[in-house]
């Protein structure tokens, strides 16, 4: 089992830049991939970033719709990801949710995650 609980979402202008964490607990120990998805009002969950977990070595995957905007990067001693985005768009507004999968190194779609946490809500305001 993986715990995840995320933080840092919050109200933010056109271009302006938000971190969101996400700490891991659980069976940490174990190698297996971290993502961030989103959901608008009335939308399906969508791919943002996943990133890789093992002790040796990580590699990153973004949607194009952030890619060059958002950083997905991790903290093994804190066992905590993050998402800095940057030059938000008010199409960038959605709660976030991270998630973590011990089947796969990296995924990019929602039925390869096992896990999920709680959402974080990010609004962009223009």
């Known amino acids: 089992q993986v715990q995840l609980v995320e933080s840092g979402g919050g109200l933010v202008q056109v271009g302006g830049s938000l971190r969101l964490s996400c700490a891991a607990s659980g069976r940490t120990s174990s190698n297996f991939a971290l993502g961030w998805f989103r959901q608008a009002p009335g939308k399906e969950r969508e791919f943002v970033a996943a990133i890789s977990w093992t002790s040796s070595s990580s590699s990153t995957y973004y949607d194009d719709s952030v890619k060059g905007r958002f950083t997905i990067s991790r903290d093994n001693a804190k066992n905590t990801v993050y998402l800095q985005m940057n030059s938000l768009k008010p199409e960038d507004t959605a709660v976030y949710y991270c998630?973590?999968?011990?089947?796969?190194?990296?995924?990019?779609?929602?039925?390869?995650?096992?896990?999920w946490g709680q959402g974080t809500q990010v609004t962009v305001s223009s």
């Open positions: 998630a973590a999968t011990l089947r796969f190194s990296l995924a990019t779609v929602t039925q390869e995650y096992d896990y």
